[in-house]
């Protein structure tokens, strides 16, 4: 069992920066691979970011130059740092991990956690 807790989500201006911070729990974080997902209201959930062990990365078109992906492994934590934040990129953002013993694609996120609101204003 994987418990996933995302923080650093708040109200900006657009053009300003956040950081989400995504703490896991498990003993196997290094193998996890690890996505930022955003919802918000009347859209779907759609995929913003992921990285997988080895530290490649991957964006959604939307976002690409703008947002960072990283983990640091000795901390059980995956970030999102946001750059020059837009008012559509308001939304709740999810971190969610596939934690199979061998991930792959496509990848199973089997593992959510709670959201954090992100509010860019205009």
């Known amino acids: 069992q994987v418990q996933l807790v995302e923080s650093g989500g708040g109200l900006v201006q657009a053009g300003g920066s956040l950081r989400l911070s995504c703490a896991a729990s498990?003993?196997?974080?290094?193998?996890?691979?690890l996505g930022w997902f955003r919802q918000a209201p009347g859209n779907q959930r759609e995929l913003v970011a992921y990285?997988?062990?080895?530290?490649?990365?991957n964006y959604a078109d939307s976002v690409k130059g703008r947002f960072t992906i990283s983990r640091d492994n000795a901390k059980n934590t995956v970030y999102l740092q946001m750059n020059s934040l837009k008012p559509e990129d308001t939304a709740v953002y999810y971190c969610?991990?596939?934690?199979?013993?061998?991930?792959?694609?496509?990848?199973?996120?089997?593992?959510w956690g709670q959201g954090t609101q992100v509010t860019v204003s205009s």
């Open positions: 969610a991990a596939d934690a199979r013993l061998f991930p792959s694609w496509p990848y199973e996120y089997d593992y």
């Open positions: 498990g003993r196997a974080f290094n193998r996890y691979v």
């Open positions: 990285i997988i062990s080895g530290g490649g990365t």
